[in-house]
């Protein structure tokens, strides 16, 4: 049952705020229980004496939070207790990007998302094992040993930062480039649409599908043309590439394909490359989360295999390190740095300079290093307890893409996507799924810890289970 | 003269490219001599045998960068040569950071810059008296306090943050909004863009003339058409915006104008709150400077006086704070920000959750009032210090627009400004301009400790006196 609520008239936070903190505290609590009504808005208003206004503006941020639910004639009911940490609830207030399923990529048509609380997200990471101290110790340091900082810095990033990438990138990505050729950015999507900006002449952009949809909607905003290329097994089809002489600039995920999962083959790196010489293209390489390899040795970046200059690579810290500390990188062949340096000259760095100083000490220390091995040991069991439990809970179920990288495929061949789809939903299970009538799950699992993956893996098999039996139930509407 | 120029059909580099480089490292090299015209574009046309476009292409290229000026039914005039040193040119753009001019303000075709080493640059701030103790701790004590942080955060930016600019906004600008309204991004240029790509169907921009340079690349980008609007002395002018029926988004800096200095007169304000009703346009208001205030009261945003939701209000951190650290806002209209709720889902702030946080703390804790409030009384020491030099040393010279902001104008009347860039160039020093015969001087002073005042003073007091003897001789050529 609700317990009495005290407002501050006088306090800095909104009255609606103070309510929306009162309510949902607790729901938290316990106080308020999954399936219990809250108050009409009229009795609230009348009982707190505010405006009507002011409940609705609670009232909906709780509904759009997913706290509570509007039945109608009956009035607001309340939801099942997000599996979040208290802090992420209460201080994430309006977000509705830290929910896993607003996840970026689920943004994409080439995607069908239920939107529940529980979800295998792609975008979420270990952050529990991050370095506060050194991270810590390493802001003060530099805020101190280098006021200079607080001035305009280089457009590219300082040359501390770029310096230290390509030592990290020469060892562990084999790719080969010097600081000149490096910009640094506020994450993927703001490098992507830097790096069309500086081609305005190359309109038609090839683009693996299914695939990030961050590239559908950057190419969008700029007047591009999208040209969807397709897949096999061995990666994007060169073949295909070749069908479509108006694309000169073509993005790929070749280290672990988003979403499939896929590595691309050697052999098909070098097709690749050599299509891109002959049709004058540039490939952009993106390699948003190579750090993590389960089984094989990191495939060598495209970059450091193409002699042609042909290749801009894309690398983030988003996954490895936080998605909240906004620093990726892009390595541009030199006549495009060059373009870059004329064409965006006087452009300021998106990336704090205090945070650019900080990441290159840390890759400088081998903190970075240190800080993936121990996130790839973690991600390994994660990965491999929960793969276990869903080929154990789902019988007939088989998994693909899982040497590498935050997520894996999970095939239920037999299974009706949009049938498991909606069963799934009523489960208040959120899953992202290839196109196609059968059931192939994009499975992110770099924050599913065990607990969660045996409620989680439960619910799915159920919901499986349902699907099968439904299906053809479903078929005859 | 201009000299022969080769272009290889087959190479990779296009075409408009080529004759791109041919004439600017012709400009670079001396071959083609400030105030010397280009060959008309048909002309040159016919010369080479390409296409109109690509002429065209290159010209606008050429434009952009600051390298020609178009001059009404005379033709392309080359400009003073931007005379970046060698090693920007080349691959070694990170010593650019140490050069004040690479300041943004100095891309636009409205100005005219020589590039030393010596500058009153408009975008250097006084950071000694950054509060290193209290950033530090509170950057350590959120890193410590809420883990939650390294998850994903909300696209708008934190929820924290938007409320503490609401209350900041609400108190010393007397803007309204809520943080439902408010987008944090990283950078005043970067939000340009968020807003332009908000509103495709508006393709043509107003922009005061002479204005921030940022808006014409912005626009450039995104293929929008850039309508200069004059200005008088009370701000923009709206008889002229009426007269431009397709202009229906107008950028504009009422509080302290870019880069004349000029405060828009409360009448003006409401003409041009009417202007937007009308036409159904909205308003940039892009309050870059406003803090720093050395007579009057701020006056009012126009957002506050606003309430059709007519204006987009655009603040920034980088001169209040420090250029280093890349954190900006926009408060959109409630229809907009619905828009980009729709438009913008699953993207990701561009700014660090860590230092999002941390001047969310910054605001509620009153240090950055207190931090204004101090810096304040520096610029104004430096400001009166270096008018009373400039007034001393220079017979006949006049400042204006220096009531707010941490710039104003120097006009020295019946100075000839090409002869005068001319002979401070040789004497080392960086000046930007108005265009115009006469020479107007765009003086940044946030930089400008008494010491180096003295000595640029002395040099820019010896240059104008070169300028007005060789004045004559200058124009007998």
Request: negative net charge; hydrophobic residues 35%.
């Amino acid at each position: 049952m609700i317990s009495l609520i005290e407002l501050e008239p006088n306090a800095k936070e909104p009255m609606y705020q103070q309510i929306y903190r009162a309510l949902t505290s607790q729901i938290m609590g316990g106080t308020l229980k999954e399936g219990e009504y809250l108050p009409s808005k009229r009795v609230l208003c009348d009982t707190l004496n505010v405006s009507h206004s002011t409940v609705e503006s609670a009232y909906a941020l709780m509904l759009a939070e997913g706290y509570i639910e509007s039945i109608p004639r009956k009035g607001y009911r309340v939801l099942r207790i997000l599996a979040l940490p208290d802090e992420t609830e209460t201080s994430l207030a309006e977000n509705s990007q830290h929910l896993p399923e607003d996840d970026s990529s689920n943004q994409s048509d080439d995607f069908s998302i239920s939107r529940q609380k529980l979800s295998f997200s792609t975008s979420s990471v270990e952050t529990a094992s991050f370095p506060f101290d050194s991270w810590a110790r390493l802001y003060r340091e530099t805020l101190y040993t280098y006021p200079g900082l607080l001035e305009k810095g280089d457009g590219q990033g300082d040359l501390e930062l770029r310096e230290s990438l390509c030592n990290f990138l020469s060892e562990y990505r084999a790719v080969r480039c010097t600081p000149d050729q490096i910009v640094v950015g506020a994450g993927a999507s703001y490098l992507l649409d830097l790096i069309m900006k500086l081609m305005p002449e190359r309109k038609a952009v090839g683009v693996e599908s299914p695939g990030y949809p961050g590239v559908f909607k950057a190419g969008h905003f700029l007047g591009r043309d999208i040209v969807p290329i397709s897949l096999d097994d061995q990666g994007i089809s060169v073949k295909e590439l070749y069908t479509h002489p108006e694309v000169r600039l073509c993005f790929t995920t070749p280290s672990h394909q988003f979403p499939t999962g896929v590595t691309m083959s050697i052999g098909r790196r070098s097709e690749l490359l050599l299509w891109a010489r002959q049709a004058d293209a540039y490939i952009i390489e993106d390699d948003y989360d190579s750090e993590f390899r389960y089984q094989t040795r990191p495939t060598p970046a495209l970059q450091g295999i193409d002699t042609k200059d042909r290749v801009i690579f894309l690398g983030t810290f988003s996954r490895s390190i936080a998605p909240s500390i906004r620093i990726a990188y892009a390595v541009l062949p030199r006549p495009l740095a060059n373009r870059y340096r004329k064409v965006f000259r006087g452009y300021d760095c998106t990336v704090s300079r205090l945070e650019q100083q900080v990441l290159s000490r840390f890759l400088n220390s081998g903190g970075y290093s240190r800080h993936v091995r121990r996130t790839t040991r973690i991600y390994k069991e994660r990965k491999e307890y929960l793969e276990k439990r869903l080929l154990d809970a789902i019988p007939g179920a088989s998994i693909s893409g899982s040497d590498a990288g935050l997520h894996f495929l999970l095939h239920l061949s037999g299974t009706d996507r949009e049938t498991l789809l909606h069963k799934a939903k009523e489960e208040g299970l959120s899953l992202m799924s290839l196109p196609g009538s059968e059931a192939v799950l994009v499975i992110g699992f770099a924050g599913i810890v065990p607990e969660k993956a045996d409620q989680m893996v439960s619910l799915l098999a159920g919901a499986v289970r349902c699907a099968g039996q439904s299906e053809d139930t479903d078929l005859l509407n």
